[in-house]
């Protein structure tokens, strides 16, 4: 999706026609995300900040306890295209109760979670 289709789509939110996919979404996030975090069951997180980045690690993701994961997203394209393949592997192996949150800010408040897909939503 370029950015002006993106400018369009910000502009109008309440037409479908316009809505990003969530694949979309997944993209422009992560071209700027620092990680991705799984754990293992059906929470998946991009970290937008090295700070919430941190927070995810400190929280256990990626130490392989119940098939958690984590990756440092790199800044090369495909990289980049790397992270959503990931993201979407996570998300088709999670159980029922699966999500994806961006996670901006520090993580410590409500506030800096995004819904990317929310439970019960689907890809």
Aim: charge should be neutral; hydrophobic fraction near 35%; proline fraction near 2%.
């Amino acid at each position: 999706m370029n950015a002006v289709t993106l400018d369009r789509a910000a502009a109008a939110p309440h037409s479908p026609d316009m809505t990003p996919s969530t694949t979309d979404k997944t993209e422009t996030l992560l071209r700027h995300a620092k990680a991705i975090a799984f754990d293992g069951c059906h929470k998946i997180y991009i970290a937008m900040t090295y700070k919430a980045a941190m927070r995810l690690q400190a929280n256990g993701y990626g130490s392989g306890a119940d098939g958690s994961k984590y990756y440092r997203v790199g800044t090369a394209k495909n990289q980049r295209r790397q992270a959503v393949s990931i993201v979407r592997h996570w998300y088709d192996q999670s159980c029922g109760w699966r999500f994806i949150h961006a996670v901006h800010g520090t993580g410590e408040r409500d506030e800096d979670y995004e819904v990317v897909v929310d439970q019960g939503e689907e890809w």
